[in-house]
């Protein structure tokens, strides 16, 4: 199957899921809404299981594509870390897949896969990818910390400094997601990345 089909069927499926809990979505009307075969979906993802492992990796994949380009917005070091912030709070309150994802509690109308890797037989390069081992919330907190170590760190940082700059790093990413259960008041999730981090030279 052509790239562009199976992006058609993971928003065919992304926007079922919009309008009905997870239960409640058929693969039928998924295939429907894409304008492909039930068949040809059960080729690519292989089960409705699979669908929803293929559909929660690309929200996941979205979330850190985002995470790239806060990272590269700017060139002062805070404001990186307060777009990443920024991105994360508002990446969870939009989409509710990415929230479940960062906090670890899955509504009822989610698909909620296992973090665990799942015996894979596909043929499909990105399913046997989504069918791998999906990030915790804990995973993605390293995996975002990590990120902007490596964005932020100029050539020849000693130990010392790398080890402060990832102690920054993700506290940046912890007041984006506590915004997430606690929305921030007025100034928003910035103002408070901007209030830790006071000093350029903080970061």
């Known amino acids: 199957m052509m790239p562009a089909a199976r992006e058609s069927l993971l928003d065919a499926a992304?926007?079922?899921?919009?309008?009905?809990?997870?239960?409640?979505?058929?693969?039928?009307?998924?295939?429907?809404?894409?304008?492909?075969?039930?068949?040809?979906?059960?080729?690519?993802?292989?089960?409705?299981?699979?669908?929803?492992?293929?559909?929660?990796?690309?929200?996941?994949?979205?979330?850190?594509?985002?995470?790239?380009?806060?990272?590269?917005?700017?060139?002062?070091?805070?404001?990186?870390?307060?777009?990443?912030?920024?991105?994360?709070?508002?990446?969870?309150?939009?989409?509710?897949?990415?929230?479940?994802?960062?906090?670890?509690?899955?509504?009822?109308?989610?698909?909620a896969p296992t973090l665990r890797a799942v015996p894979s037989s596909s043929v499909v390069p990105a399913q046997r990818r989504a069918d791998g081992p999906l990030p915790s919330p804990g995973d993605f907190v390293a995996i975002v910390r990590d990120r902007a170590v490596a964005a932020l760190s100029g050539p020849g940082a000693d130990r010392q400094d790398t080890v402060e700059l990832a102690r920054s790093c993700e506290l940046a990413v912890r007041v984006g997601l506590s915004c997430v259960s606690a929305p921030p008041g007025e100034g928003g999730v910035g103002e408070l990345v901007r209030v830790a981090f006071p000093r350029p030279s903080a970061v």
């Open 14 to 111: 992304y926007t079922a899921l919009a309008r009905l809990p997870w239960s409640a979505v058929r693969m039928v009307d998924v295939a429907a809404a894409a304008g492909v075969s039930r068949q040809t979906l059960y080729n690519e993802f292989g089960s409705k299981d699979g669908l929803a492992r293929a559909l929660v990796r690309r929200e996941a994949d979205g979330y850190l594509a985002g995470i790239e380009r806060a990272l590269a917005a700017y060139a002062d070091a805070r404001e990186r870390l307060t777009a990443t912030a920024e991105w994360t709070a508002s990446a969870a309150r939009e989409n509710a897949l990415v929230r479940a994802m960062l906090t670890g509690c899955w509504g009822e109308g989610l698909p």
